[in-house]
């Protein structure tokens, strides 16, 4: 076991920080990298216990893995996709010196429905998902991925490539897994929202059956200088059917910061 934490460079221009979501890994995000590359030095980030990060010692948690990843990276703002958006906003709401941008991508303060959150999912699902990892891995990861694509306009497309990539680099770690699905479940950083002093840009996929599009259009609302977007006809990972519609999101968003 050790600290380190596989983060691939790509690509000339400021720089660009990519986190990844639950079970996944930074090869996620290909089509993306490919359209930013010539415009943003990349940094792709594989969170612990996932793809060339799975022997990684920091754990799953807010605080860690940002003070991991920062150590790692030059200041730059930070995209999280779903899970990976935890991170981002923590690190952007504590770190603003280190991060002074914010982009999510199909990614909530708080994922599961609650007091005053409406719009979550049910924690149960998070539970159901924590107990088949113990009876039945790949299946348990199949099925998630398939809720990921689901409501998608090329949902035989994402499902297809989500699946090619979650076993790409190595089967998650399954401890991580675990923890993976109790942070989607209990992590509450709504409080961080009114706390951001950077812009942050909320891009969510109109047709996400796991992120509601108004939970983001919520949270954007709670947070000081943030823009609300969405992929009319993406589902959770627009980035890999619409990934031009995201590259201009993105674009946009960081060229209006220079």
């Known amino acids: 076991m050790n600290d380190d934490l596989y983060i691939e460079q790509t690509g000339n221009g400021p720089p660009l ?3 990844h979501g639950w079970a996944m890994h930074g090869g996620v995000f290909a089509l993306l ?35 991991a990843i920062a150590a790692r990276v030059p200041r730059a703002p930070w995209c999280g996709w779903s899970l990976g958006g935890l991170f981002a906003l923590h690190a952007a709401a504590t770190r603003p010196d280190a991060v002074p941008a914010l982009a999510m991508l199909c990614a909530s303060p708080r994922f599961v429905r609650g007091d005053g959150w409406k719009h979550g999912m049910s924690p149960e699902i998070f539970r ?25 306009d090329d949902a035989r497309g994402e499902l297809r490539t989500l699946r090619a990539e979650v076993f790409s680099r190595g089967d998650p770690a399954a401890h991580v897994l675990a923890d993976g699905l109790e942070l989607l479940e209990t992590a509450d950083l709504r409080d961080e929202l009114p706390e951001l002093t950077v812009p ?24 000081p200088d ?15 059917t619409h990934a031009d519609e995201v590259a201009a999101l993105l674009d946009g968003f960081l060229r209006e910061l220079r």
Not at 36 to 64: F, I, K, N, Q, T
Not at 200 to 223: F, K, N, T, Y
């Open 17 to 19: 920080v990519l986190l």
């Open 33 to 67: 990298v490919e359209r930013l590359r010539e415009r943003h030095r990349l940094y792709v980030v594989d969170l612990p216990g996932h793809g060339r990060s799975r022997d990684s010692a920091v754990p799953l948690a807010p605080e860690a893995c940002v003070e």
């Open 128 to 152: 159901d998902f924590a107990s088949g990892l113990r009876d039945d891995y790949r299946g348990t990861l199949d099925r998630f991925i398939a809720l990921e694509a689901f409501g998608s």
């Open 200 to 223: 942050s840009l909320w891009i969510a996929g109109r047709r996400d059956r796991l992120v509601d599009p108004r939970a983001m259009r919520a949270a954007a609302d709670a947070a």
């Open 226 to 240: 943030a823009t609300f977007a969405v992929v009319e006809h993406g589902g959770h990972a627009p980035f890999l």
